[in-house]
């Protein structure tokens, strides 16, 4: 940002308090940016997820009766999972 050359010969003046003023702005802007980029970057990361739970619980309801055996789970187990909407994500999963 352009100024108009100081005056004074101490940086207590006005010029002074005016480049102080703007380096605190300079820094509220910057911590907002950064807030921003986080938001953003969770939000990629939630839509991330919400695919692999979607593919996962897809995969989970192709299982045939045999596998889900194996596992430990029983069809009305994948029933109620598979009606999940892809939003619904569950709760022990990390971001």
């Known amino acids: 940002m352009l100024k108009q050359q100081c005056h004074t010969l101490s940086t207590s003046g006005a010029c002074g308090s005016s480049f ?3 380096q605190g702005l300079e820094s509220q802007i910057t911590a907002t940016n950064k807030e921003i980029s986080t938001l ?3 939000a990629f990361a939630w839509v991330v997820m919400a695919f692999e739970v979607r593919e996962e ?3 989970l309801a192709g299982l ?3 596998q889900l055996k194996d596992i430990g789970l029983i069809e009305s187990d994948v ?3 598979s009606k999940r909407a892809y939003w619904d994500l569950p709760l022990d999963r990390n971001l």
């Open 20 to 22: 102080a003023q703007d």
């Open 40 to 42: 953003i970057a969770r």
């Open 57 to 59: 619980r897809r995969t």
């Open 64 to 66: 045939t009766g045999e």
């Open 79 to 81: 029933e109620s999972e």
